[in-house]
């Protein structure tokens, strides 16, 4: 495994493999990587002669700085777990390498960001914007891989690729669980023993809404419920739980006549900010 620390690097390297007609799939990731990471590192070896992950924690994503001086740093833990399952290069930058000059590009994705996630965390996919069109330019993947935990940002990545003509296909990866149904996240490992058990309820939740759905339930009833649930647990505090059209996010009322529908949530637990989604049809 290759270790490239600049833009330079990862083209010079990437063109050769290139001028051999060896096709390029990229993971990005900011580290702290579990095995929801590897799926994608997985999906990304079938589908591809080389693979390229990127760890990079970006400052211009978080509106949180409390958050971003908590995101957890594990660059030796990372770089043995990727070589140990085949990645061929890590594009490893730091801070002033991707950003060499104060960055005054401000993205803006129209109602994909004005809701959910984007009421929450303004200017976050702005930041996620411009650090993976950095990222794509740089790689110039054939495929690029992201989670489906993150249904928002890979509505976002999509509408990015499409409408600057960036030539990837983004591929999507089903959202990795823990025995209890808790979906992987690099946030986990901040949670303290108690946390941890509470922070089950957000797929409880996502799952108990997902069947009263399918079995007709009015869907203001079923939210109702689950925030009532949420309230009776001390250590959560939802902030949002919507019924979505899967690739807009508009939020709806009810499943019938929909082709791709997803609820979406976002909690926290203890201090700690946890989202998760769940598909329905």
Not at 88 to 98: K, T
Not at 234 to 262: C, D, H, N
């Amino acid at each position: 495994m290759t270790i490239l620390r600049t833009k330079q690097a990862v083209k010079s390297a990437l063109q050769i493999l290139r001028n051999s007609q060896k096709t390029i799939g990229f993971v990005p990731t900011m580290g702290a990587l579990h095995y929801g990471h590897l799926s994608l590192v997985e999906s990304a070896k079938l589908s591809s002669d080389v693979v390229i992950v990127s760890i990079f924690v970006n400052p211009t994503q978080f509106n949180n700085k409390e958050d971003f001086e908590k995101y957890p740093i594990t660059i030796d833990e990372d770089l043995l777990l990727l070589e140990k399952n085949g990645v061929d290069f890590v594009f490893l930058p730091s801070v002033e390498e991707m950003y060499p000059s104060p960055i005054l590009l401000k993205m803006d994705f129209g109602d994909l960001d004005k809701t959910l996630e984007g009421t929450f965390r303004p200017g976050h996919f702005s930041g996620v914007g411009v650090v993976v069109s950095k990222l794509l330019n740089i790689v110039k993947p054939d495929k690029s891989y992201f989670g489906q935990k993150d249904l928002q940002q890979v509505a976002v990545i999509k509408r990015l690729v499409a409408d600057l003509s960036i030539d990837t296909e983004i591929v999507v990866v089903p959202t990795i669980r823990e025995a209890d149904g808790l979906a992987m996240s690099s946030r986990n490992v901040r949670l303290n023993a108690d946390e941890r058990l509470t922070a089950t309820i957000l797929y409880k939740c996502l799952d108990f809404a997902k069947d009263e759905l399918l079995a007709g339930v009015d869907w203001f009833v079923i939210r109702e419920k689950v925030t009532k649930r949420f309230h009776d647990e001390p250590e959560a505090r939802l902030e949002y739980f919507e019924l979505v059209e899967t690739e807009s996010l508009e939020k709806l009322e009810q499943i019938k006549g929909q082709t791709a529908v997803s609820i979406c949530t976002a909690a926290y637990i203890g201090d700690v900010r946890l989202i998760d989604n769940i598909s329905i049809v």
